[in-house]
Nanobody, 119 residues
Framework: QVQLVESGGGLVQAGGSLRLSCAAS????????VDWYRQVPGKQRELVAT???????TYADSVKERFTASRDNTKNTVYLQMNSLKPADTGVYYC?????????????WGQGTQVTVSS
């Protein structure tokens, strides 16, 4: 069994920073692409950043120049450094990962971590 656990969320003032972590544990042969999403009530989940095992990273236009995704494949952990936070960044942040265990690759969602940015 594989688990994804996000951490690092919290309450911060506008202009502040937070660093989210997404740690994968369990029977993992390879951690593939890992995405960060965020969701606010009443809206669809929004893709924030995508990372691949080879180091390719993309960002939503709304977070470019402010958010930086990175990963430590030796720890099966992906990070999202969020700077210059705005109230519009408020939401529950989820990681979504493709995990290979043996012969099979399966997608997993984390449980989410709340980020609240006050004005």
């Amino acid at each position: 069994q594989v688990q994804l656990v996000e951490s690092g969320g919290g309450l911060v003032q506008a202009g502040g920073s937070l660093r989210l972590s997404c740690a994968a544990s369990g029977s993992i042969s390879r951690l593939g692409a890992v995405d960060w999403y965020r969701q606010v009530p009443g809206k669809q989940r929004e893709l924030v950043a995508t990372t691949t095992n080879s180091g390719y990273i993309t960002y939503a236009d709304s977070v470019k120049e402010r958010f930086t995704a990175s990963r430590d494949n030796t720890k099966n952990t992906v990070y999202l450094q969020m700077n210059s936070l705005k109230p519009a960044d408020t939401g529950v942040y989820y990681c979504y990962a493709l995990v290979t265990s043996g012969l099979y690759t399966t997608p997993y969602w984390g449980q989410g971590t709340q980020v609240t940015v006050s004005s």
